[in-house]
């Protein structure tokens, strides 16, 4: 069966970090390009980060650039986001994203006081 499942999302205050994980599963994950997505209420899905199959080359959105860093690992079909210095604008569901599957269920993100 082909799967996304993400973790890692929480509650916490501004300033703070959180790693997210999406555990792949059912296909050959390193043949392929590995994407986060978050969508806030009200709001579009953004996209927020993307990584190359063999994670040589990353990309991010303006609004997290300098602060979160998008991984992988081949060996265990997990790709991870690295969020730092978070801010009530990151609020969100953030879903992991593969060409193969389309997008996991999803974890929540919310950064407040």
Same mark, same amino acid.
């Not at 604008?89 to 974890?107: F, H, K, L, N, R």
């Given at each position: 069966?082909?799967?996304?499942? %993400?973790?890692?999302?929480?509650?916490?205050? #501004?300033?703070?970090?959180?790693?997210?994980? /999406?555990?792949?599963?059912?296909?050959?994950?390193?043949?392929?390009?590995?994407?986060?997505?978050?969508?806030? #209420?009200?709001? %579009?899905? %953004?996209?927020?980060?993307? !990584?190359?199959?063999?994670?040589?080359?990353t990309?991010?959105?303006?609004?997290?650039?300098?602060?979160?860093? !998008?991984?992988?690992?081949?060996?265990?079909?997990?790709?991870?986001?690295?969020?730092?210095?978070?801010? #009530? %604008?990151?609020?969100?569901?953030?879903? /992991?994203?593969?060409? !193969?599957?389309?997008?996991?269920?999803?974890?929540?993100v919310?950064?407040?006081?």
């Open positions: 069966q082909v799967q996304l499942v %993400e973790s890692g999302g929480g509650l916490v205050q #501004p300033g703070g970090s959180l790693r997210l994980s /999406c555990a792949a599963s059912g296909f050959t994950f390193s043949r392929y390009a590995m994407s986060w997505y978050r969508q806030a #209420p009200g709001k %579009e899905r %953004e996209l927020v980060a993307g !990584i190359t199959s063999d994670g040589s080359g990309s991010y959105a303006d609004s997290v650039k300098g602060r979160f860093t !998008i991984s992988r690992d081949n060996a265990k079909n997990t790709v991870y986001l690295q969020m730092n210095s978070l801010k #009530p %604008e990151d609020t969100a569901v953030y879903y /992991c994203y593969a060409p !193969i599957t389309g997008s996991g269920q999803g974890t929540q919310t950064v407040s006081s």
